[in-house]
Every structure is written in structure tokens, then in C-alpha cells.
């Protein structure tokens, strides 16, 4: 195997870039020293490859603390986004988030507390089964598919910060504060529940406060939906699949971190990135060596068929 320099130096470079810029944590060399996959073996390697967008990802978010808050200062949406959601879809005067606190049960407090906790592990779990089972150009679309609908988010974020709805609960329509944290809001009833501190945890180390427009939790999981449809291995998973992404609709109003207007845009976000990934003129055109490799494999050489099962990703 070709020995490369690039990605351990760049790994490298990452976590000498954050130890300057200040804040440095374990999982910031966690995440630098994945490099050094690449080095180890021709599988490490490919995992490296195929799972780069998601590192990609948690790297644009992690460093948005060091412009997040001058680049929104001044500019963030509390009573708009609010009023707007209490006229359109309001419930006895009250915004769906207001009417739900207002009646919440502990069964749900547990069921939209687990969606919450496990929303990133069921869009990676999705990944790690079409990686074992060689599924390789399923799996390049759709981790490419989490890094754009996340910084399609991101950008939102700056261009139009808006004050989730605990937050209205908790300082009112004035305007925005700059020195807040990230709450878990209803989230905590979960770990009362359960006596846990992971949302305590969770959010302790966010940076986004106003980042409720759109709901990113809700995006991941349909273009799981997504792509549990396109692969038929994975019809086992369909029903389950559906059954989370409505799941995770009801809990991101539930539990006061999203509007229901957040909601559908983020359901649009998601629809936009599978179209522009998956129906784009490249998407087809990188598809098309395998539609042609399969008539060969149809000849009869067995060889040749079994090269084309291990890299054609979709049915």
C-alpha cells in the first residue's frame, strides 16, 4: 500500500490549530489522530475515506464557537419567529411548544429523551451497516448527504439566527441575550427521570443558542428514510426508520427546541440535499460505470459479477 502524508499531517495540523486558537480537548486529538488511519492498513484506510464527511462535520460545528456570537450579534429573530408560529399554528391561543409543556407525561418525556440522546448514533449506525456490507456508493451519498444538510444549517444559523422556544419560556420577546449557554429545556425531565446528567453534559458544550431554524434533528432522520428505501437489504429497517423520524418530529416541538416551523424546514432542508445529491447529473453519471458493469457481469464472467455486487450501492 502506497504510504500517504497528507491526512496524518492535516490531522496533525487540526489539533495544532485548536491548541492555538485555545480550548483544546480530548476529542479534538481524538479526532486529529484519525489521520493515522490512513497509514495502517487498505481497510482503516477506505473507513477513513468513507466516513471522512462526518468528521468533516463535526469539525465545521465544533469550530463555529471562535465567530459564532460576534457574527450574530444584533441579528437574532425572538418574537417573529414566535408570533408567527402562535398565529399559524397555534392551540387555544398557545404555541404547539406551550401547549405540550403544558401537558407533558412522563412516557413521552422518556420516548422524546431517547430520540434526542441517539438522533447522530441512528443516522451513524445507518452508515456502519452499509459499510459491512460493502455498500460503498450508498454509503459516500449518504454521509455527503449528512455534511451538506448540516452546512446548508450552519449557514442559516448566521444568516438567520432565531431564539428557540425554551428560550422564550425562560428571558420573553425581548431582545437577545449574548451571554447564555445552550439549554437541554424539557430534555432535563429525562435525565430527572432517569437520574442521568447526559443532556446536562450534552449541551454544556454547544455553542449554536440560536440555532433553532431550521431542525437539523429532523433532517437526519428522513434522509435515513431515505436511503433504508433505496436499499433493499435494508427494508428490515424501514418500519423502524419512519417510526423515528415521526418520533423525532413530535419530540423537537416537545421538548422546546424547535417551532413546528423549524420542523418543516428542516424536512425541506433534507428533501433539497438527497435531491441535489442524489438525483444531481454527477450523482448519475457516477452510477452509470455500474449500470454498464453489470451487463458485462450479465455475460457469465462470475469474476467480473462479483466486482460489480461489491460496488454497486443501490437497487
Given at each position: ?11 496533525l495540523?487540526?489539533?495544532a ?5 485555545g ?12 489521520g493515522l ?9 477506505l473507513?477513513l ?16 464557537r471562535?465567530v ?6 444584533g441579528r ?5 419567529p ?18 405540550l409543556?403544558a401537558?407533558?407525561?412522563a412516557?413521552?418525556?422518556l420516548?422524546c ?9 441512528g443516522?451513524?449506525a ?7 456490507r ?12 449528512f455534511l451538506?444538510?448540516?452546512v446548508?444549517g ?12 425554551w428560550?422564550v ?8 441575550r ?7 429545556a ?7 427521570l432517569?437520574?442521568t446528567h ?5 449541551y454544556?458544550?454547544?455553542?449554536d443558542?440560536?440555532g ?11 434522509i435515513?428514510?431515505?436511503m ?17 423520524f ?8 416537545y421538548?422546546?427546541?424547535h417551532?413546528v416551523?423549524?420542523?418543516l ?6 428533501l433539497v440535499?438527497v435531491?441535489l ?22 455475460s ?6 462479483a ?9
Amino acid at each position: 500500500m502506497k504510504r500517504r502524508i497528507l491526512p496524518p499531517v492535516a490531522g496533525l495540523a487540526y489539533i495544532a490549530a485548536i491548541a492555538l486558537l485555545g480550548g483544546l480537548r480530548a476529542d479534538h486529538v481524538l479526532i486529529g489522530l484519525l489521520g493515522l488511519l490512513d497509514l495502517y492498513n487498505e481497510k482503516t484506510r477506505l473507513f477513513l475515506s468513507q466516513f471522512f464527511p462526518f468528521i468533516a462535520t463535526g469539525v465545521i460545528f465544533d469550530s463555529m464557537r471562535y465567530v459564532y456570537w460576534p457574527a450574530i450579534d444584533g441579528r437574532v429573530h425572538v418574537a417573529g419567529p414566535y408570533l408567527f408560529e402562535r398565529r399559524w399554528f397555534g392551540i387555544g391561543g398557545l404555541t404547539p411548544n406551550e401547549w405540550l409543556d403544558a401537558h407533558h407525561t412522563a412516557a413521552l418525556d422518556l420516548a422524546c429523551g431517547f430520540a434526542y440522546l441517539v438522533y447522530v448514533g441512528g443516522y451513524l449506525a445507518v452508515a456502519f451497516l452499509l459499510f459491512f456490507r460493502r455498500r460503498l456508493d450508498a454509503l459516500r451519498t449518504f454521509a455527503l448527504c449528512f455534511l451538506v444538510v448540516n452546512v446548508l444549517g450552519f449557514a442559516t444559523y448566521f444568516v438567520y439566527p432565531v431564539a428557540p422556544p425554551w428560550y422564550v419560556t425562560q428571558y420573553g420577546l425581548g431582545p437577545a441575550r449574548m451571554d447564555i449557554q445552550p439549554a437541554a429545556a424539557a430534555a432535563t425531565r429525562f435525565d430527572l427521570l432517569l437520574g442521568t446528567h447526559f443532556f446536562q453534559e450534552m449541551y454544556g458544550r454547544g455553542v449554536d443558542v440560536y440555532g433553532a431554524f431550521p431542525s437539523l434533528h429532523v433532517a437526519y432522520p428522513l434522509i435515513a428514510v431515505w436511503m433504508v428505501f433505496r436499499i433493499r437489504e435494508l427494508r428490515w429497517l424501514r418500519a423502524p426508520v419512519v417510526l423515528f423520524f415521526f418520533l423525532m418530529c413530535l419530540s423537537a416541538v416537545y421538548l422546546q427546541h424547535h417551532y413546528v416551523i423549524d420542523v418543516l424546514l428542516g424536512i425541506g432542508y433534507a428533501l433539497v440535499t438527497v435531491a441535489l445529491l442524489a438525483w444531481s447529473p454527477i450523482a448519475r453519471s457516477r452510477r452509470a460505470p455500474f449500470a454498464s458493469s453489470a451487463q458485462l457481469a450479465a455475460s457469465g464472467s462470475p469474476r467480473e459479477a462479483a466486482s460489480v455486487a461489491s460496488r454497486s450501492a443501490f437497487e
